[in-house]
């Protein structure tokens, strides 16, 4: 073994020390950073929702990590043409393709506070204030569905994991072990998101059967046909025990019959878990109150803040009726843990996580609900329902086929061309509205027929953003 030096430590030090930069240091790389961020959203009107720009992303190819520090102008500039200036800009408010996101301010500077301080969102012994953080906001989304007051959830990075927790413990909680798995059955529509058969298999269950459910005119599942098919299958000697709906799906925006549903699930004893990722902030709106009832019937759902209250990506969220389900699924104990099992006070988030030690995300969702209050979301969320609507009966006047009236704010709509296919058509209109780059939308199949698709959900999504859309459409759909 080496000898210790007193000296080799000192060298050491000194150059570990350069990890916390000094006052100065900060100030000067903090105020360029804060120059291009204030720069890129003074400007985000006129910076473009989407730019060809595979090519500028190359420039990390050649930036290696090296040994020697960098020089903070030139990371800024690399970031800034290489990274933002490339594709999609999920930021601009021209984004209305997939499901949109955003990024309010203050969820930066809640993240910011939150990695400075570094608080510990994962027990409550060890960061009581953070984790009662955490809990209100969910015990907050709990309400607002008409959850009771002891639900418990968790602050995921996003929806996909959100489903993830929720289907691992309804398999748990109704005993999906490994010999019952072949027979046992999930209902779902085959306009679920993919997420939904990711977590399926991530979960071993992939060899379940999987019932798609019949859809109606709108895409919604036919709660008729659920009862039927959960009775046969039960005289088959299967075991039906989960039923996934949606609150909002994402090629259509479509709102499964929450309520129905729900009593289907009750009365055959079935797990009941509504993804509601899009779809489930729009709770705070009285229109969505009413198309979301039923919500509260279910036994687990799952909620993006990222998406609904405009929060930068990183946040979703698992809530779940049986505190005890979640818990039996997602706890472990460890002899190094043994000073944290404490109280009943609050619940320990990385007990019902998949997760132990994680960014402490709620900040992020609290900083600007406290700062801003909920007025504004309500309305931005109104506002987002009502421009879909009016973009609707817009498209409509300019000749465009339409897809169901919008439930939520996805709209589908194609131009059926005088000649040539309308697949290969409206395929080329979305490529030319992307290269104009002023707005972004996005596609899917419909039964066959390629649909441009409308959603809007981005906070800087207005009234102008739409009208420009729509001008794009009449004049790239002019003489055809
Ligand atoms: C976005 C979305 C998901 C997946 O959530 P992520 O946050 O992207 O992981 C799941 N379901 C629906 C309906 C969605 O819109």
């Not at 418990?152 to 996909?160: A, D, E, H, R, Y």
Request: with cysteine; net charge neutral.
């Amino acid at each position: 073994m080496e000898k210790v030096d007193i000296n080799n430590i000192k060298a050491l030090e000194k150059e570990a020390r350069l990890l916390e930069p000094t006052p100065a240091k900060r100030e000067e790389v903090r105020d360029k950073i804060v120059k291009y961020t204030e720069g890129f959203i003074n400007d985000i009107e006129t910076i473009p929702a989407y730019v060809d720009g595979r090519k500028s992303s190359e420039v990390f190819l050649h930036s290696p990590i090296t040994e020697e520090p960098g020089n903070i102008d030139e990371l800024v500039k690399m970031l800034g043409e290489g990274m933002d200036n490339t594709a999609l800009n999920p930021a601009s408010g021209g984004h209305l393709g997939y499901i949109p996101g955003g990024g309010i301010y203050y969820a930066a500077l809640g993240d910011y506070w939150a990695d400075i301080t570094n608080r510990y969102a994962g027990i409550f012994f060890a960061g009581p204030g953070a984790v009662r953080i955490e809990n209100m906001l969910i015990g907050w989304t709990a309400e607002l569905a008409g959850y009771p007051e002891n639900s418990v959830g968790n602050l995921t990075s996003g929806g996909s994991i959100a489903n993830l927790s929720a289907i691992v413990t309804a398999r748990d909680y109704k005993k999906i072990t490994s010999e019952k798995v072949k027979k046992a059955v999930i209902y779902l529509s085959g306009e679920v998101h993919h997420c939904i058969f990711k977590a399926i298999r991530i979960a071993g269950l992939n060899e379940c059967i999987v019932r798609h459910l019949p859809l109606d005119e709108c895409y919604r599942i036919k709660p008729a046909e659920l009862e039927k098919l959960i009775n046969e299958d039960k005289q088959a000697g299967l075991i039906p025990f989960l039923v996934v709906a949606s609150a909002g799906t994402t090629d259509t925006g479509s709102v499964d019959p929450l309520q129905t549903i729900g009593e289907i699930a009750k009365k055959h004893n079935l797990w009941y878990h509504v993804d509601a990722a899009y779809g489930g902030y729009f709770l705070l709106t009285g229109y969505g109150k009413k198309i979301l009832k039923g919500i509260e019937a279910s036994d687990s759902f799952a909620i993006d803040p990222h998406k609904g209250l405009f929060l930068p990506y990183g946040l979703g969220m698992v809530v779940v009726k049986n505190k005890e389900a979640l818990y039996q699924s997602h706890y472990y104990r460890a002899n190094y843990m043994q000073d944290t099992i404490d109280a009943d006070e609050e619940v320990n988030p990385a007990d019902l996580s998949p997760e132990l030690t994680k960014h402490f995300r709620g900040l992020r969702l609290w900083l600007p609900l406290k700062l801003l209050g909920l007025k504004p979301f309500r309305a931005c969320l109104e506002e987002k329902l009502q421009l879909t609507r009016y973009f609707y009966e817009e498209v409509k006047k300019l000749g465009f086929e339409v897809g169901p009236y919008p439930e939520l704010s996805v709209a589908t709509y194609r131009y059926i061309p005088k000649n040539g296919d309308a697949n290969a058509f409206n395929k080329k209109l979305m490529e030319e509205i992307q290269k104009d780059g002023r707005v972004f939308i996005s596609s899917t199949m419909l039964e066959g027929r390629f649909m441009l698709r409308l959603a809007v959900l981005s906070f800087r999504t207005h009234l102008s953003t739409i009208n420009t859309l729509l001008e794009l459409l009449k004049t790239k759909t002019a003489g055809h």
